[in-house]
């Protein structure tokens, strides 16, 4: 074994995992602290799991372990003194919950897991304790990578119910079904059938998160509507916030109001746009820049302080000029950066830091002008059923592809650029997350006024897909998703693309294409059970592809 273990995402190096240093950035040592904090995460599940039955729920252990599986996400935290703070608390928050057991009465019978007993204080102890407990400790690569695709899902579903509760939206069955999945995955009498079973089973929690975060997101902030984003430039200085978190937007646009100091969206946080709430704001100028890997470049010229509020950060590379002008919030963090402290007592966060450093920042460079168009999402989708029904119905249009997913910096991902190129003008392409940046630019133009590309939103807004599909299907009186003519090619990239993926199996939909690449951490076995249950292939050469799907 290396220094380290982590396939979780599909930069893993080879395809098939990193072993000395993230291809992403992340260090040995902080790869392993994440190990460490999934760990204790199974560890603490034990005993919650246990109090649940006895009808006790502890809100701050629920909090603690979403935002610790959050924190592990790709891209998400590279800071490693949070992640010894974060084990630390996991000791705490441990005892607390046995604590609380042995008081109600509960009984410890049963409970091997190490995890739940294991305590190392020093950084040494961590980091030898670490490197016993990797993915790897499970020896038979099936039940690994079952074990560790329900483990990813959970991440991703972690990462969404971060965001619902950060609006006052939670729902206590979600937080049961991922404690008891992580123990679940230790638990060594489950056989490959029982934990392809958790598999689906995450994927149904996964629809259910989504639901909850659509919810709160749309009763806090309105339902997305048509939109056309502003690309270009004013002339007063920026704040650019990035990432998923849409309360840390409101809180951002309500502190800048008035203050001389516009904001931007990059990446993930495009879609914000879209919302009728902030769209009111006039000092809310519009989308800068692209995907999240493009930041080395992007941030350069933005000028100003940058806002991560989730995941994906790029570690600045060494000539960069910016690093000093970044802040991160919530889950994610990066040494060297400033990390904006969480609410208290039902308090805002304080932005008056970012918002007095953009004061003292020359305005961001034009670096492209025009606009593009998104708020597609389920809402305003079935608003224009009757004319998609049509166009679909006299053949205006042939089919629909998805093409959401995420997008990343390897060449191969240039597929998804010349795919939508190369799809026929008779086709409709619909998509959610940061994929969209390979293709949401290129003049694709419309059909009977319709875009040819629908941009949803955010990765959790798949969920709009699902419901936009679901509306199809009962304006075609069909008894099967798969009966419509909507082909899946999707794009991943990071673990909240695992949880959109077991959503959408656990729907039943079937024949997804999955690239650029398949997960390293998809066993052949695996991936034969995905390939016979659900249809699931990966990607060949576009043209292959376009004949293949077309014809689908
Ligand atoms: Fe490697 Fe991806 Fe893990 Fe980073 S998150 S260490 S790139 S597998
Ligand atoms: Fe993108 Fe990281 Fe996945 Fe939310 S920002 S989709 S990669």
Not at 310 to 320: E, L, M, Y
Not at 456 to 472: E, F, M, R
Request: one cysteine or more; proline letters at 3%.
């Amino acid at each position: 074994m290396g220094k380290m273990f982590c396939y979780q995402c599909q930069e893993t190096a080879k395809n098939e995992g990193c072993t000395i240093q993230g291809v992403c950035g992340k260090t040995a040592d902080v790869a392993n602290l994440q190990d460490l904090l999934m760990f204790l995460c199974k560890g603490i599940s034990h005993y919650t799991v246990r109090l649940r039955e006895l009808g006790i729920e502890i809100p701050q252990i629920n909090k603690f372990i979403t935002d610790s599986l959050f924190m592990t996400i790709t891209n998400a935290n590279f800071d490693k003194s949070r992640f010894i703070t974060r084990v630390l608390m996991a000791y705490e928050m441990r005892n607390a919950a046995k604590e609380h057991l042995l008081s109600a009465g509960g009984s410890l019978e049963g409970i091997t897991y190490d995890g739940a007993f294991w305590q190392g204080d020093t950084e040494a102890e961590m980091a030898e304790k670490a490197l016993e407990t990797s993915v790897l400790a499970t020896e038979d690569e099936d039940i690994r990578s079952l074990r560790e695709l329900t483990t990813y899902g959970l991440k991703g579903m972690a990462a969404y119910a971060e965001h619902a509760f950060n609006l006052g939206y939670e729902d206590n069955s979600i937080y049961g079904f991922m404690q008891r999945a992580l123990v679940e995955v230790t638990d060594d009498s489950l056989n490959v059938e029982q934990l392809t079973a958790l598999v689906l089973e995450t994927g149904k929690y996964g629809v259910e998160v989504m639901a909850l975060l659509d919810k709160a997101n749309t009763g806090s902030y309105g339902h997305p509507e048509i939109t056309k984003v502003n690309l270009g430039v004013r002339n007063n200085p920026g704040i650019l916030i990035s990432g998923h978190d849409m309360k840390d937007m409101e809180e951002l646009l309500k502190q800048t109001e008035g203050t001389g100091v516009d904001v931007y969206t990059h990446s993930e946080m495009l879609p914000a746009n879209y919302y009728p709430a902030f769209k009111k704001y006039s000092h809310f100028v519009g989308n800068y820049g692209s995907a999240w890997w493009n930041q080395i470049v992007d941030f350069e010229s933005f000028n100003g302080p940058i806002l991560f509020t989730t995941n994906c950060i790029v570690p600045p590379r060494k000539a960069s000029t910016y690093g000093d002008r970044v802040y991160t919030t919530g889950a994610s963090g990066f040494e060297g950066f400033t990390h904006i402290e969480d609410r208290e007592n039902g308090q805002p966060k304080d932005f008056s830091a970012l918002i007095e450093h953009a004061k003292k920042c020359a305005p961001p460079t034009e670096i492209e002008t025009g606009e593009i168009v998104g708020g597609f999402a389920h809402n305003q989708v079935i608003a224009l059923a009757d004319k998609i029904v049509d166009a679909v119905k006299s053949g205006a249009i042939r089919k629909f592809f998805v093409m959401g997913g995420c997008d990343g910096r390897v060449k191969g991902r240039n597929y998804y650029t010349e795919f939508a190129e190369k799809l026929p003008m008779d086709t409709v392409i619909l998509t959610a997350g940061c994929a969209k940046y390979r293709y949401n630019k290129l003049p694709l133009g419309d059909i009977n006024g319709i875009p040819r590309v629908l941009d949803a939103g955010q990765c959790n807004d798949s969920y709009s897909l699902v419901k936009i599909a679901l509306a199809l299907k009962e304006a075609f009186g069909l008894d099967d998703l798969n009966d419509l003519p909507i082909v899946y090619n999707i794009a991943w990239y990071e673990q909240k693309a695992v949880i959109v993926l077991l959503a959408l199996l656990s729907l039943g939909v079937k024949n997804t294409h999955l690239g650029p690449t398949l997960p390293a951490f998809l066993s052949p076995n695996v991936v034969n059970v995905l390939v016979n249950k659900f249809g699931i292939a990966g990607i060949n050469s576009v043209d292959e592809d376009m004949k293949v799907m077309l014809e689908a």
